[in-house]
């Protein structure tokens, strides 16, 4: 399973690659919808339900607060695709199983195989940043070991391939169709190696947030990302939902708890180690938290 492996774009190929880029990226541009919407490409069904509307909490659980604004907020309000909607690959073909999934989210996953496992996690939260005015924050470490900022990309500064040498004299660019090149860098050039050394160790036992990952670095590698927290007020027991992007690229899906028997999506909270998701198992340790 060689999942979330960087995939670096050879010199040779990178002139007219950054030309399909260009034009790719400035239709998803015209194509964007009004100030304070989703920017990227939706589903054609105009299916308009979000995931905390799609699936319910537990039985006796409720959905423990979020505050306006929050990454918490925002990963519940993401649009969701038709309820029997199946899992697509980057290219547009079914993926080989269709099992694990309860629910897809309905945001782009791209014409390449790059939006994968680590990729995804990174995409919603530098969209989350996008969405919040927090424009600042966004920056990610690529797999050779540079910080590569969001707002040096967009003042027209271009990073090499490590992420630690930078040419000036590119073209300024902040409209979200730069933005998203620039993620195709981050995608290009960074990986579960370089994520799991940029996130932050939770402490054994501790409870799970929402937008914590959960993430095993490597080569192969897998992340899934927290995207929802459900309480018990009766028992203080706790479940959340688990995101994930796979290999190769294909659509964010809802995982389904390979424990319960009835298909439910719901983890139990704290989590139990080794953590068994349908395509991978994570040892204790694999909690960590953005910085």
């Known amino acids: 399973m060689f999942c979330c492996l960087p995939s670096p774009v050879f010199p040779a190929a990178r002139g ?6 260009v034009a790719g990226f400035a239709a998803v541009e015209a194509r964007a919808e009004p100030h304070g919407a989703r920017p990227w490409p939706r589903n054609a069904s105009g299916a308009d339900e979000a995931l905390d509307q799609r ?14 604004g929050s990454f918490a907020a925002w990963l519940r309000g993401l649009p969701m695709k038709p309820a029997d909607a199946p899992v697509l690959l980057y290219t547009g073909a079914k993926k080989w199983r269709q099992d694990v999934h309860a629910a897809v989210l309905d945001i ?10 680590a990729d995804a996690v990174m995409r919603l939260r530098a969209e989350w940043l996008w969405s919040i005015g927090a424009k600042d924050r ?17 003042r027209g500064e271009r990073p090499g391939e490590s992420g630690k040498s930078w040419k000036s004299g590119g073209k300024a ?3 979200y169709a730069g933005f998203r090149r620039y993620m195709t860098g981050v995608f290009s050039y960074a990986g579960t190696y370089s994520l799991d050394r940029e996130l932050k160790a939770v402490p054994g ?24 927290m459900a309480e018990n007020e009766g028992t203080g027991e706790r479940r ?3 995101l994930q992007s796979y290999m190769p690229a294909q659509d964010i899906h809802v995982l389904k708890n390979p424990a319960a ?9 704290p989590v139990s180690w080794p953590l068994v998701t349908p395509e991978w198992t994570f040892p204790e340790g694999s909690l960590k938290r953005w910085p």
């Open 16 to 21: 007219l690659i950054s030309i399909l880029l």
């Open 173 to 175: 660019d902040a409209s």
């Open 240 to 242: 959340f939902l688990l």
């Open 261 to 269: 028997r009835d298909g439910s999506p719901w983890y139990a909270a």
């Open 138 to 154: 966004i920056a990610f470490d690529y797999t050779g070991g540079g910080r590569v900022p969001y707002s040096r990309v967009a």
């Open 108 to 117: 782009d996953t791209g014409t390449r195989d790059l939006q994968q496992c």
């Open 205 to 228: 036992g501790a409870m799970p947030e929402i937008g914590d990952v959960i993430i095993k670095g490597g080569f192969p590698g897998h992340a899934v990302l927290v995207a929802d």
């Open 55 to 68: 699936i319910a909490p537990p039985p006796g659980f409720t959905r423990v607060p979020a505050p306006q």
